[in-house]
């Protein structure tokens, strides 16, 4: 079965091109003012608005009220909500009941104790998303080019589908599948040239790097 491949933090028509000609399977536009790539409510939308049905159309929140939610949602259709900050299981279950989407949260990873902590989501989740934990002093939740030990989830089972994050570049994504077993990954700052400066070469050599792990 195919790898599933994630380029998140998309800010410009020619990288969306890109990523979709070489096949991605979703973008990400990131909502977090404080981030490099974030993107307005109405940017993204004229940044999406034309993708192909099966491309899934993936929105980045950190902590977001429900005044942020409904701003975005009234502008730009989103297929899957990505929580990246301290969301309880229990606000993530609320978003996900009130506004009729999946949601995906972030797990930040340094170690095995920070699976254990993942489970407190599986009841409230669609998916999780299994990123490095931000170095000290970091002011962004991910993003940060940042890998965790890949062994920490070789061989460990997941009642939910899940994919992995955190410092994956063209040239370590198929280690990082052969080790952990992911069956979706999830780049950024991997296929970018300067922080937010996503590049299409990177972009077509980490889908393809991707797909040929998983061949």
Known sequence: MPVEIKI???T???TVEAAIEAGADYLGLVFFPKS???VTPERAAELVSWLPEPVCRVGLLVDPDDATLEAILSH???DLIQLHGH???ERVEAIRLDYGLPVMKAIPVAEAADLVAAEAYLGAADRLLFDARPP???TLPGGNATAFDWTLLAGRPWPLPWMLAGGLTPATVAEAIRISGAKAVDVSSGVETAPGQKDPD???AFIAAARAAAG
């Open 87 to 89: 969301e309880s299981p």
């Open 12 to 14: 410009d028509e020619e």
């Open 202 to 204: 990177l972009i077509r």
């Open 136 to 138: 000290r002093g970091a």
């Open 76 to 78: 730009v259709r989103l």
């Open 36 to 38: 490099p790539r974030a």
């Open 8 to 10: 998140c933090g998309l």
